[in-house]
């Protein structure tokens, strides 16, 4: 896949790869007329394309005079958000560390219920999640021979930034680590990836028993990877440091001249085998309310049985620099000036790593602004508050953006402007665990929220620089698309516009780095569409079946998890002004707002066939396919696309009679929200059932992964297995197929009647 295009999310836990999405928007005719020829038409497109003078009137999913009451509603949303609030906001979340389970994540919890209470949201409540804890009570690393060397762990700390010298920094650990200690030879695994050890077993080098020293790595594979593939190997701990190749001077100048990674910087993070089941290991696909049955720890298959430790290159580079045996092949070298070995012998090291794994209270932050027309509808928006030391970019960039949107959308309902259906905001915890705060509360409330939720709006990193990644399951992609078009960016453009330059730039440094990624940047591969793990969208696509988009402007970023990823760092590097932050605060808004108030939601299913037609043809690509045949899933998708131009078509003729009867409205769109709930499976992906989603799972690198049942089962020549999986998504794609074709005879019928 096309891993690695993009440097700052080389070094972020969320990978996704260029793809498609759809264009839509306020185009010249002859554009919209082509798009028109190529079906892939949303909802409201065609009245676009009707009328003669194209005007901020249009917007997906809405009638005429609606999109001009909504244009109304965004301007005076998008006036209320401020660089200066978005400032202290963040200052305020970045004051002290704040990890998952700490008294101070827990005050900002209250901080936020507090906040939104006061800014007129309604609801609010704070919700407790009792769940399995991993914290560290002491984590050690010597090298006993050749020579003695006591890691630090620690990050020292560079002049100008105060907050560097809290007492509350913590040292080097590793989430869900396993408790131990161990004195054994090292090895040096390059990026711990299981062709890694191919190599080394080809040197003659065996790591069971010993430990491994593995670096951050590109393409970006999760630690959490690294350690099952460790732990598989025989592997008594695995240790991962961050090379200054992937994230430190050899990108560019280091804090606190520049943006990347200093000598001591530490990638702290989980090692959770959340790929398997995210959440709670102990109450897989049920949630950790207070009292809820658990399951022993020997049977959570997501809690991983190997020690593990982060490092700074500081305090790996004795290690390596002592190192024996074969040199490292050359794209094992790393940025340090030394050679790297394979090791195995000579350098030995003592790990002693003791973990509190009692109990512990998560706490999630959630309020709303009640719908006036359609209470039981719910956008859904949410980010993360616990971070592992300060949490500059990752996550309070997003809490802060989402503080404000609260503001502005808690002013607006005191001025009337409610808007029709249900808004939920949500404070998350535990992301950086294991996605446990979002999932337990997805699987909370996974019935009610198959009933009534529209889509589900991620901010995790709102913001480390200018560059803007969107995401979005295909039938959204082309309202994010739209909605980008009217917003600003700092430098002057549209949004829209400097989306697509920056999308151009990081896809000719792909293609440069040899990546066959599509250097053409269209309104159809703008919105990145393919959706792996990493965050807290991943309960809300993958096992509720809800469509998820997910936003972040992103830059040079090389303190990803360390203590240096703080105000200091946003100030100087990542968001100086707080014109990105205050711009997500208003695109995050704006999407929110127009699934809100849309009188038919904003679903293109042309744009989603269309996907999975391209995800069909990518896993084929290059196979011997003679064991099984996707005839019949290409034929359901060609149905299923028909199906989609068909009610865009309607829907868009409807909408541009400037009436649409609301009981109509709700059969349209209660049937439109159904459609992603058909994409699940109630058994699963083979091997990991709480990952129901057919269409989208993660890798265990957390990358992303399509068709993930039946690409897994070609990829292991199971055909059998492939067999069924691809009947399964055939019979989805039918389901679909039937859905959409009664819910445009609904439409077209009203048409037909000229009416109510
Ligand atoms: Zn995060």
């Known amino acids: 896949m096309n891993f690695g295009w993009r440097v700052a999310r080389e070094l972020s836990p969320r990978k996704f790869s ?38 901020q009137t249009s917007i997906l999913g809405f009638t005429p005079s609606d999109a001009a009451h909504q244009v109304e509603i965004e ?53 407790r999640y009792d769940v399995y804890g991993s914290n560290p009570k002491f984590t050690s ?36 680590s396993a408790s131990g200690e161990v004195t054994a030879p090292l090895v040096y695994a390059h990026s711990g990836n299981p062709e890694d050890y191919e190599l080394l077993r080809k040197q003659g080098i065996d790591v069971k028993g010993k430990v491994v020293l593995v670096r951050y790595s590109n393409p970006y594979s999760y630690r959490g990877f690294k350690a099952l593939t460790a732990e598989r190997e025989g592997a008594a701990a695995i240790l991962i440091y961050s ?67 982060p490092l700074s290159w500081h305090d790996a580079k004795p290690l390596l620099s002592n190192m024996d045996g074969p040199a490292a092949p050359d794209d094992w070298q790393g940025g340090l000036p030394i050679k790297y070995h394979l090791g195995g012998t000579r350098v030995r090291v003592h790990v002693k790593i003791e973990m509190d794994n009692s109990t512990q209270p998560y706490y999630v932050v959630e309020g709303r602004i009640r719908g006036a027309q359609l209470p039981d509808e719910w956008i859904i928006l949410g980010n993360h508050r616990d971070a592992w030391v300060f949490g500059g970019v990752d996550p309070s960039s997003g809490t802060a953006s989402l503080m404000e949107l609260t503001r502005a959308m808690g002013k607006l309902s005191k001025q009337g402007m409610r808007p029709r259906r249900t808004i939920v905001v949500c404070s998350w915890d535990g992301e950086e665990v294991g996605l446990t705060g979002s999932t337990e509360w997805g699987e909370q409330f996974a019935d009610e929220l198959r009933k009534k939720a529209v889509a589900y709006i991620n901010v995790d990193e709102a913001t480390s620089g200018p560059n803007f990644h969107g995401e979005a399951v295909a039938s959204l992609a082309p309202m994010l698309v739209e909605a980008s078009h009217t917003l600003k960016d700092p430098g002057g453009k549209t949004l829209y516009e400097a989306w697509r330059e920056s999308s151009a730039h990081e896809r000719r440094e792909a293609k440069r780095n040899g990546d066959d990624t599509d250097a053409n940047v269209t309104d159809l591969n703008l919105a990145d569409t393919r959706i792996g793990s990493g965050s807290d969208h991943t309960v809300f696509l993958n096992f509720v079946g809800m469509p998820v988009l997910g936003l972040g402007f992103e830059g040079p970023y090389g303190v990803y998890h360390s203590a240096y990823d703080d105000f200091f760092w946003m100030n100087h590097f990542g968001d100086p002004g707080y014109r990105y932050h205050t711009l997500m605060s208003e695109l995050w808004g704006v999407l929110a707002l127009r ?12 744009s989603y066939a269309a996907n999975v037609r391209q ?70 992906i083979p091997g990991r059932p709480w990952f129901k989603h057919i269409l989208y799972g993660p890798r265990f690198t957390y990358a992303h992964l399509e068709l993930p049942g039946l690409t897994e089962a070609v990829e292991k020549q199971d055909w059998l297995t492939a067999k069924q999986q691809a009947e399964i998504l055939r019979q989805a794609l039918v389901n679909n197929t039937k859905l959409v074709n009664q819910l445009n005879s609904s439409l077209a019928g009203e048409t037909a009647d000229g009416g109510k």
């Open 243 to 309: 090379d200054p190749a992937e994230d430190g001077y050899k990108k560019g100048k280091v804090v606190p001249n520049g943006p990347w990674g200093p000598e001591y910087h530490i990638q702290r993070g989980a090692i959770t085998y959340d790929f398997m089941v995210p959440g709670d290991p102990l109450t897989p696909g049920w949630a950790s309310v207070p009292g809820a049955k658990r399951i022993p720890v020997e049977e959570a298959v997501s809690i991983p049985k190997i020690m593990a430790l």
């Open 141 to 176: 690393l010597e090298m006993v021979a050749p020579v003695h060397y006591r890691a630090i762990l620690r990050e020292l700390p560079v002049t100008g930034d105060p907050d560097l010298k809290n007492k509350q920094i913590s040292s080097a650990w590793s989430g869900m």
């Open 595 to 606: 699934l809100a108030n849309a009188d038919l939601l904003p679903f293109d299913f042309a």
């Open 75 to 127: 301007n005076r949303f998008k006036a209320i958000p401020s660089p200066d609030e978005e400032r202290r906001q963040h200052h305020i979340f970045t004051a002290e560390p704040h990890v998952a389970g700490s008294a101070r994540n827990n005050e900002l919890a209250r901080y936020i219920a507090d906040e939104w209470r006061n800014e007129g949201l309604e609801d609010v409540i704070i919700r």
């Open 18 to 55: 260029a793809h498609s999405a759809i264009e839509v928007v306020v185009k010249p005719m002859s554009h919209v007329e082509r798009r028109k020829a190529q079906g892939v038409v949303a909802l409201g497109f065609v009245f676009c394309a009707t009328l003669p003078v194209f005007s």
């Open 615 to 684: 995800f069909v043809n990518e896993l084929v690509k290059g196979k011997d396919m003679s064991q099984l045949d996707l005839k019949p899933v290409l034929e359901a998708i060609d149905d299923f696309e028909d199906a989609g131009k068909r009610l865009n078509a309607s829907a868009s003729r409807v909408l541009a009679s400037d009436t649409v009867d609301p009981k109509l409205a709700a059969t349209i769109n209660h049937g439109a929200m159904q459609v992603e709930r058909n994409w699940l499976n109630p058994d699963g």
